[in-house]
């Protein structure tokens, strides 16, 4: 090379990368004008390196033209430091030097930006389509529902080993300083190796060892995000996952389904009712069954009573044992169908809850009426909206059952009412996980205040 | 005023419909019960009314911080520990009669120590909940419950077996002179306020009240205690109630859901008022445990920068309880809350409101003295 030489941090850089072969360092050089390209060619967008930056150069009369050409390109950033400049290089930046000056312009290059169908949260009316497992796209998505100035994105580098980008998005009008500054906080202080999705990120935060209910919410619904930055709180996103996280999030928030906002008030008052009680019934049945049949039969009207000890005639067991035994087995095929292909999730359905049922109680290994219940339980467990607190309520009706088993009709009674204090003792990032909202926020109390 | 302590009060009073207080009423039914009732609604607004106010004085504080800053340290302490105790018993009480009550009408098979159990894992939770919890958890438990009862209470009321000619007879007792014990029995229903010596930490902002809230609580008060009274002659009969251990449970199982899925109304019945139970005696244990710790608050009792003070005294909570329990007779209870009511409840008041008043003094002079 006769004219200029690439400034030192180029070779730095590309010793840095080397020895990899996707590595481009090429000097640009017409009539003495030069400049200097360093980028990792599978991540960069060739034709618009071609577009906005090779043809230009030598369209130019003067490297000054270029340089001030370069410098007003709206994807052009300042080059930061030698830590940070690797991971903007690997994530699709071109480094460039024209005359004495650097610069660094973000061609990246996106092949997973399509946007998706939702999958989890299906609503009939409401957006049918998701986010996507870009970060950009995905905040574009999000801006492009949400107009105003005061939303605001901050770019987090976390510490682990891939870098992935995460963003969070909040309403600075809207969002609570104090609890944006915990998330910051947990957010910088990350000590995981490697996480990869907003699930993964949410059992990070979550931090302490044993937790049953979730306190942060993974969502793919632009609407249910649009909602949740106006209700004040923070959504944070993260590159190559189709989720964000929303925090803090309390119990009632999984209890609400976007499709609530889209009804008439009637349907829609309804539709959360039917919910509260599939709730109740998934939780209080099966543990309702033992107190009934094993230690308070007499509670029920004669009738009932009596045709439930009639179908239980045969049965080798306590009740207690029936209801886990049956419990088991349907936890085990709603697992089984959740994992399966969807070709072979049908047989299973059908082998173990058909088959398994008529066959079990014909055998006289439960009553007909324990299938019943348990048929009811499985379906109004899918009732709750959103997935995570549904898995939650599973792990409760169980403590529940043992609970029953102990101490009869009062300690179902007792349980639940220990389930609610265990609920109402919960905080999410500070706030009241289970705290009946009348009114606003901060509305009344002062107590929140403290 | 604050609905929050709305709940902390209906649950006092809803709580004590089941308990002896009933049978105390209907005992004095012949010396003025009426008029003890009437004179308990009148004082008991009033002493909330007034330490509604005394409390809002000190936003943000209990009881013991109230005490420790603006009175000796002679009288602070032994009104605290007189307090803890009061409150102490007054959630025994609660226990007492829902063990016996299980014990009679649920699991006659199981043993005491069983039933005793059963309560000890929940509310040990409950009692070392944080106070502002407790509050929350109240209000969700009674807005779970109180449909059920005031479900029990309408068909109570439309049920045509109710002889309203025996209510009438209760209620031309009103010439008689008013009952002492049917007074303080019906205060203790109504002065749920005092909880206010802990729970008062949790309210920042307690607003003074309200013309709205003392309408509520005037009308729920009479109506609760004129169903607590009422209903149960109503059905029993007004003499013939007299020897009757739960005069409301055997009300409550004359009435009869003819279609419903649970034909013995009394079962909803016990089941909604247990909740209640359930949660008043977390609240007077949580007051209880507070008031105790705030005297003897045992430094070195450690167990990884995990104070034990609290843990510790639930468990002499538990073990004092469960013998007392198992000693305790229905009648000896009934005596026990008898002389409680009579006593230790007037006592404790007046101690209340004139500390309180005392540390209002107190404060003021520091004031003063702070200004010069």
Request: hydrophobic share 50%; aromatic share 12%; with cysteine.
């Amino acid at each position: 090379m006769t004219g200029k030489q690439a400034p030192p941090l180029f070779n730095e850089m590309s010793a840095k990368f080397k020895p990899s072969d996707d590595i481009i360092q090429t000097p640009l050089q017409m009539k003495g004008q030069y400049a200097f390209l360093f980028y990792v060619k599978s991540v960069v967008d060739g034709d618009k390196l071609q577009q906005t930056v090779i043809r230009p150069f030598f369209e130019m009369a003067s490297e000054e033209d270029f340089a001030s050409y370069i410098q007003s390109l709206p994807n052009q950033s300042e080059v930061p430091d030698k830590n940070q400049l690797p991971i903007k290089i690997s994530a699709g930046s071109v480094l460039m030097a024209v005359e004495d000056s650097l610069f660094l312009l973000d061609l990246r290059l996106v092949k997973n930006n399509e946007v998706q169908e939702t999958t989890m949260e299906p609503t009939i009316h409401g957006p049918q389509k998701g986010l996507s497992e870009d970060i950009e796209t995905t905040i574009n998505l999000i801006r492009q529902r949400y107009h105003k100035a005061t939303l605001t994105v901050e770019n987090f580098a976390t510490s682990d080993v891939t870098n992935i980008p995460v963003a969070i998005l909040y309403d600075s009008d809207r969002a609570d300083p104090k609890i944006l500054a915990k998330i910051k906080d947990q957010l910088g202080n990350l000590n995981t190796p490697l996480f990869q999705s907003g699930g993964e990120l949410q059992h990070f935060l979550n931090r302490s060892r044993f937790t049953l209910f979730p306190t942060t919410m993974v969502t793919e619904r632009p609407d249910r995000i649009v909602y949740n930055l106006v209700a004040g709180k923070i959504i944070i996103v993260i590159d190559g996952s189709p989720n964000v996280i929303v925090a803090p999030i309390v119990f009632f928030d999984f209890m609400a389904s976007m499709e609530d906002n889209y009804h008439v008030s009637v349907i829609s008052g309804f539709t959360i009712m039917l919910r509260y009680l599939g709730l109740f019934t998934c939780i209080l049945l099966p543990s309702l069954y033992i107190a009934m049949t094993s230690y308070n039969p007499e509670i029920l009207r004669i009738e009932l009573a009596l045709t439930v000890a009639g179908s239980r005639i045969g049965v080798p067991y306590p009740s207690f044992i029936e209801v886990i035994f049956m419990l088991f087995f349907m936890e085990l095929l709603t697992e089984a169908s959740m994992r399966l292909p969807k070709a072979v999730s049908g047989t299973a359905t059908t082998v173990g809850g058909l088959i398994l049922g008529t066959a079990a109680t014909e055998a006289a290994l439960t009553s007909t009426i324990m299938v019943i219940i348990i048929s009811a339980v499985a379906i109004s467990t899918f009732v709750i909206p959103i997935n995570e607190m549904s898995f939650a309520v599973r792990v409760v009706r169980f403590l529940l059952i043992i609970y029953t088993s102990l101490f009869g009709l009062v300690g179902l009674l007792l349980g639940f009412m220990g389930f609610i204090m265990f609920l109402a003792n919960k905080d999410s990032l500070g706030e009241p996980y289970l705290r009946i909202p009348w009114k606003g926020k901060n509305a009344e109390l002062g107590m929140d205040n403290k | 005023m604050n609905r929050f302590l709305i709940y902390l009060i209906l649950i006092n009073t809803l709580t004590n419909m089941v308990s002896i207080t009933p049978r105390i009423l209907i005992a004095g039914g012949n010396t003025g019960t009426v008029l003890g009732m009437a004179f308990a609604i009148s004082t008991g607004i009033v002493l909330t009314y007034f330490l509604v106010i005394l409390f809002s004085r000190f936003p943000g504080q209990g009881l013991p911080e109230i005490l420790k800053a603006y009175t000796p340290k002679w009288f602070a302490v032994p009104v605290l520990l007189f307090m803890a105790a009061a409150w102490y018993v007054a959630g025994l009480f609660t226990l007492m009669i829902y063990t016996f009550i299980i014990l009679r009408f649920l699991t006659p098979e199981m043993s005491i120590y069983t039933i005793v159990l059963t309560f000890a894992l929940v509310v040990t939770y409950g009692v070392l909940m944080a106070t502002r919890n407790i509050i929350y958890m109240s209000e969700v438990i009674f807005i779970l419950v109180v449909p059920f009862i005031v479900f029990v209470q309408m068909k109570g009321y439309l049920d045509p077996s109710l002889n309203w000619d025996y209510i009438r007879i209760a209620l031309m007792q009103v010439n008689q002179l008013p009952d002492y014990g049917a007074f303080t029995s019906s205060l203790f229903i109504v002065i749920g306020t005092a909880n206010l010596v802990i729970f008062n930490r949790a309210f920042t902002t307690l607003k003074k009240p309200t013309l709205k809230g003392m309408a509520i609580l005037t009308v729920a008060f009479m109506y609760i205690l004129a169903t607590t009274y009422l209903l149960p002659i109503g059905f029993g009969g007004f003499d013939s109630l007299e020897n009757a251990l739960y005069p409301w449970i055997m009300t409550s199982d004359s009435i009869r859901m003819k279609f419903g899925v649970v034909e013995r109304i009394v079962f909803i019945f016990i089941g909604s008022f247990l909740a209640l139970g359930v949660v008043s005696m977390i609240i007077h244990w949580h007051v209880s445990i507070h008031l105790f710790s705030s005297v003897f608050q045992l430094k070195r009792l450690k167990w990884k920068s995990y104070n034990l003070t609290l843990p510790l005294f639930i468990v002499f909570f538990w073990i004092v309880a469960m013998t007392l329990t198992k000693r305790m007779t229905v009648e000896g209870l009934y005596r026990t809350v008898e002389m409680y009511d009579d006593f230790v409840l007037p006592a404790m008041l007046i101690l209340l409101v004139g500390s309180l008043l005392l540390a209002k003094k107190g404060a003021s002079s520091k004031w003063r003295e702070n200004k010069k």
